[in-house]
Nanobody, 115 residues
């Protein structure tokens, strides 16, 4: 069984920062790509960023230069450092990862950015 624990969401003013974490444990062999998606109220879930097992990263244009993804392979944890937050970044953020040929999702953590 695979367990996923996300943390770090909350309320922040525009221009502020938050750091999200997603820790994976349980019956896993190795984790390939890890990433973050988000779903704003009334909108579809959208991809935010991905990091490969070797550390290569990609970002959506909307967050490029403001968000940074990283991972600790020893801890099976992926992080999302979010700086210069904007109200339009308000969403539930979900971590996503591939292991054993299966994609898993976290339950999500809410990020609210106020004016």
């Amino acid at each position: 069984q695979v367990h996923v624990v996300e943390s770090g969401g909350g309320l922040v003013q525009a221009g502020g920062s938050l750091r999200l974490s997603c820790a994976v444990s349980g019956s896993i062999f190795s984790i390939n790509d890890m990433g973050w998606y988000r779903q704003a109220p009334g909108k579809q879930r959208e991809w935010v960023t991905t990091i490969t097992s070797s550390g290569s990263t990609n970002y959506a244009d909307s967050v490029k230069g403001r968000f940074t993804i990283s991972r600790d392979n020893l801890k099976n944890t992926v992080y999302l450092q979010m700086n210069s937050l904007k109200p339009e970044d308000t969403a539930v953020y979900y971590c996503n990862f591939l292991t054993g040929g299966i994609y898993y999702w976290g339950k999500g953590t809410l990020v609210t950015v106020s004016l």
